[in-house]
């Protein structure tokens, strides 16, 4: 479902670095309402910064960015916006059960009131969505790193959010989950939450990706349509014969 109303994540010529490095040299970005949007590219090209810098973990030294139309610096709705960090920022060590840290992701909207009965709907549904409600009362430290990954996405979607925005969701998760988290996404699409997916595979995510913007050394290089990067042709200029410009092979370097 896309309109033609604005952005629900805009980054116009954004710049940051970390420590004395430059890492982002002036990224254009824009989430439509309902979209979902990848970001893809080789380790290091800056899209872990990129979504850091969207939700305000990395300071920007230059250009514009907004959320949901509100510069960053004015912008208050964080119960609007879900977020799943890369997995090893996030690991465990937290004694917690399943069920609470998921609970925890109701904490923008409870602003720390017990949970309500649609809080705890919530709760279950986003437990049910990612298939762990028969794990919510063992500790997250008795989970599986890609257990862990689930559990960390039903935080987010816990909060019911209009924007998520995952970081690497897929990695380190075996097929069956990547799936489970492609049906959760379909539902949040459906549903009309707008996503940006930093990822280094599209996998059973391709179908629902409407747009992929690949970064390089800190810059967006190119914007495209999935099928267009999954089209053999594009990973072999020499062979077009119709004068096309031809696309550049997208190199993770993951893929071999
Ligand atoms: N804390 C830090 N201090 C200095 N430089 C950093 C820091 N964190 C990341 N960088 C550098 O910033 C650049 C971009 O890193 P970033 O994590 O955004 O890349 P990425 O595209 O997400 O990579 P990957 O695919 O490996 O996750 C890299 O060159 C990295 O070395």
Redesign the pocket.
Known sequence: MRTASEPVISLRGVTAS??A?T?LRGIDLTVAPGEVVALL?A???????TVRAAVGQVPVSGGELALFGTPLARFRGWRRVGYVP?RSTAAGGVPATVREVVSSGRLARTRLRPLGRADKAAVRHALDVVGMADRAGDSVNALSGGQHQRVLIARALAGEPELLIMD?PLTGVDLASQRVLAEALRGQKDGGTSVLL?LHELGPLAPLIDRAVV?RDGRVERVDEPERLHDPSCHHPRDTTDGAEPATMIETGLLS
């Open positions: 970390l420590g490095r890492v590219g380790n290091g090209s800056g899209k872990s910064t890369q690497e930093v970064l």
